[in-house]
């Protein structure tokens, strides 16, 4: 299965941007998805999910109330609307998908999909 990031980019702090993750394939509807992001020097960290139909999202809780997850079925698209961005958000953006749950989980582990990531930057 084969997923594209795309939407990073350079923004100042307090801005917005929006990340898309495209997943070939027809199957996309019967994937848990998620975001996750990795800072230079740190571990790959959870950022949001969503279940299979979109009624189910979770959030970290440093990106709670600031960052939403979305998607659209009928399109193979998975999106992550980011505001008041903060430079601690600055790291690379991952959409992963996970076959086997309804609604993933939080680990890394539990994902079988990965994208190859976009880069997000934060100025302060």
């Known amino acids: 299965e084969q997923l594209v990031e795309s939407g990073g980019g350079l923004v100042q702090a307090g801005g917005s941007l929006r990340l898309s993750c495209t997943v070939s394939?027809?199957?996309?509807?019967?994937?848990?998805m998620a975001w996750f992001r990795q800072a230079p020097g740190k571990g790959r960290e959870f950022v949001a999910r969503?279940?299979?139909?979109?009624?189910?999202?979770d959030y970290a809780d440093s990106t709670k109330g600031r960052f939403t997850i979305s998607r659209d079925n009928a399109k193979n698209a998975l999106y992550l609307q980011m505001n008041s961005l903060k430079p601690e958000d600055t790291a690379v953006y991952y959409c992963?998908?996970?076959?086997?749950?309804?609604?993933?989980?939080?680990?890394?582990?539990?994902?079988?999909?990965w994208g190859q990531g976009t880069q997000v930057t934060v100025s302060s």
């Open positions: 992963a998908a996970d076959v086997r749950h309804h609604f993933g989980a939080t680990h890394i582990d539990e994902y079988d999909y």
């Open positions: 394939g027809s199957t996309f509807r019967n994937y848990a």
């Open positions: 969503i279940s299979r139909s979109g009624s189910s999202a």
